[in-house]
């Protein structure tokens, strides 16, 4: 079975600086997708990044990049100038692809806070 | 798009009541996710559909849940009869089939008392 496991249940950061946000996970399968969400204190669930495994280049999306290693199941979440507006609760995520498409299987979560 | 919509925003009811939670995915996507989400278990995946058709519900938790998708633009999770435990926050999601990422709804906080 998937599993997802977030280490950090909390991390802090400095405005302006830069957190790295750690992710693992295990499966057998070879086509799949990971996902970034980000939950504020407002609860809903926003995508941040996603990264297919195929794809050997690593995601970015603006401050947000993951460094995904296949080989060792990892994805962890880079965010740098770390802003006010960061802080919130951070899910790492996976779901199978291909002709077996299914289920979204999430982690724990690490809350992260950012200090002014 | 309006995104994924969500009714009751929050819903508080006595313990023994039915309790439906409603959900509109987002018009065009053929996979639908019902979580629920709670301090201790973080997001536990109740059950999803693919086409309107359930393809896993062994995260629902005993026959008291019940979740149906009678057409591609509605879903109901219904608890009956409800109980304290719960309590929790239930969200459900959407997604194409091609691009994977699940879109979520703003959740429906509920309270058993």
């Known amino acids: 079975a998937q599993t997802v496991t977030q280490s950090q249940p909390e991390m802090s950061v400095q405005e302006a600086e830069t957190v790295t946000l750690s992710c693992t996970y295990d499966?057998?399968?070879?086509?799949?997708?990971l996902f970034w969400y980000k939950q504020p204190p407002s609860r809903q669930m926003i995508l941040v990044i996603r990264q297919e495994a195929y794809k050997q280049q690593n995601a970015t999306e603006n401050r947000f990049s993951v460094n995904f290693q296949k080989a060792a199941k990892s994805f962890s979440l880079k965010i740098s100038d770390s802003q006010l507006g960061d802080a919130a609760m951070y899910f790492c995520a996976y779901r199978t692809g291909g002709s077996t498409l299914g289920r979204l299987y999430f982690g724990r979560g690490t809350q992260l806070t950012v200090w002014p | 798009d309006a995104g994924v919509i969500q009714s009751p925003r929050h819903e508080v009811t006595e313990m023994g009541q039915e309790v439906t939670l409603r959900c509109k995915p987002i018009s065009g996507h053929n996979s639908l996710f019902w979580y629920r989400q709670t301090m201790m278990r973080g997001l536990e995946l109740l059950i999803y559909f693919n086409n309107n058709v359930p393809i896993d519900d062994s995260g629902m938790p005993e026959d008291r849940f019940s979740a149906k998708m009678p057409n591609a633009s509605f879903s109901t999770l219904k608890i009956q009869p409800s109980e304290p435990r719960d309590s929790a926050v239930y969200f459900c999601?959407?997604?194409?089939?091609?691009?994977?990422?699940?879109?979520f709804g703003q959740g429906t906080r509920l309270t058993v008392v």
């Open positions: 999601a959407s997604s194409l089939w091609e691009n994977t990422e699940a879109f």
């Open positions: 499966t057998s399968e070879s086509d799949y997708y």
